[in-house]
Nanobody
């Protein structure tokens, strides 16, 4: 089974940028659809973006479209989330997740999760 570890979180000012990474160990990385979710204090975990196994298909939450870009490098076993024009409401713990073939946008559809990385956007 795949094990996931996020990195790249931190504190950034509004309108700034961050790039999150999620590195996988074990498992066959290219066989998994991958996604980013986030969870703010007191709120449910919400979908951010998803990418298919080959990277040819992506989808995003409306709240991040045009600002965030999800990508993957199967040779490096790494998933990325480029976040631009950050807003205070983007503050949350960001999680990467993996599932079998087929993209999905609900947390319950993902079997494997990282521990999360904190992103804090100051106004």
């Amino acid at each position: 089974q795949v094990q996931l570890e996020e990195s790249g979180g931190g504190l950034v000012q509004a309108e700034g940028s961050l790039r999150l990474s999620c590195t996988a160990s074990r498992g066959t990385f290219s066989t998994y659809a991958l996604a980013w979710f986030r969870q703010a204090p007191g709120k449910e975990r919400e979908f951010v973006g998803v990418i298919s196994r080959s990277g040819s298909t992506t989808d995003y939450a409306d709240s991040v479209k045009g600002r965030f870009t999800i990508s993957r490098d199967n040779a490096k076993r790494t998933l990325y989330l480029q976040m631009n024009s950050l807003k205070p409401e983007d503050t949350a713990v960001y999680y990467c997740a993996a599932r079998g073939p087929g993209v999905a946008n609900r947390p319950v559809e993902y079997r494997y999760w990282g521990q999360g990385t904190q992103v804090t956007v100051s106004s």
